[in-house]
């Protein structure tokens, strides 16, 4: 499939692939199933990301907070105001007091659209949709709006990778504690990759097979050994607050997640202790 889709040989991609997992580009999450692997780029850093997931959920907390609230429901916005310099942008009350309230200039972004509408003959099936368009790209946002926004990402950030800090640790106290440990995950690491290799490269059914059961076996194996120490395996990952978005604020389906308006609050006593 993926050569397909890329156009080269699947031997290339082979030795691509291998390349990036041998120097620590890719990481394999998980054992395959049915031909579909789970993989991550765990060094693909955004201006502050540390992970491929952190640097999406960055770009898409950017892209939060250029954005208002969606429309309400037709039922839900009342009577509507005709606003701009034509009077022909229809909005709510609420919709308008919003707008006004993130916005510096959106007395003006409205009668732009206003304008826009009367010269261009335009109708829009929902106008305040439309002017949250022009928004993002003119829109300048209030000073208040703009730091709660910056506060709350400052914060999600400052919990996710601490988490993750916390996570090197216990993993190298473990590690210290349990010297076999080490040998394990490097087999598992090798068979991950070796798995990866059997996909791209269309290796037989049976030899995948193969590589599955001893992949098992070695997981298996690092259970028993943590187990005989007090341990699980989820003491060797990030324990974030909230399981959903990881302390990023972001679901994986990219919309805003319901901690948000509990961390929002937490992020106004973390930085009033910072200062």
Avoid at 121 to 131: C, G, M, R, T, W
Wanted: aromatic share 8%; proline share 2%; glycine share 6%.
């Amino acid at each position: 499939v993926l050569s397909g889709m890329t156009r080269h040989k699947p031997e290339v991609l082979t030795c691509a692939i291998q390349y990036f997992i041998d120097h620590g580009f890719i990481e394999v999450l998980e054992p395959v199933e049915d031909n579909v692997i789970k993989m991550e780029m765990p060094y693909v850093k955004d201006m502050i990301g540390r992970s491929s997931k952190r640097a999406d959920a960055v770009r898409l907390q950017r892209h939060e907070q250029n954005r208002l609230q969606a429309p309400a429901a037709e039922q839900d916005r009342g009577e509507l105001l005709k606003c701009g310099s034509f009077g022909n942008v229809l909005i709510s009350e609420n919709e308008k007091r919003e707008f006004e309230r993130q916005y510096e200039n959106a007395g003006k972004i409205i009668n732009r659209l206003s304008i826009y509408k009367k010269r261009e003959n335009k109708n829009y099936d929902d106008d305040y949709a439309a002017l949250l368009g022009f928004a993002e790209k003119d829109g300048i946002r209030s000073s208040s709006s703009q730091n709660q926004k910056s506060r709350l990402y400052e914060y999600y950030k400052y919990l996710h990778e601490k988490a993750e800090a916390d996570a090197d640790r216990r993993k190298r106290l473990i590690r210290a504690k349990i010297p076999d440990l080490v040998g394990v995950e490097k087999k598992i690491t090798e068979l991950l990759k070796e798995q990866v290799g059997a996909v791209v490269s269309g290796r037989t059914a049976e030899e995948k097979e193969n590589i599955a059961e001893a992949l098992k076996g070695y997981q298996e194996e690092k259970i028993v050994l943590l187990a005989q120490y007090g341990y699980t395996e989820s003491d060797m990952q990030p324990h974030y607050l909230c399981s959903i978005c990881q302390d990023t604020g972001i679901t994986d389906e990219g919309t805003a997640c319901s901690c948000q308006s509990k961390r929002a609050k937490e992020a106004a006593k973390w930085k009033n202790e910072q200062q």
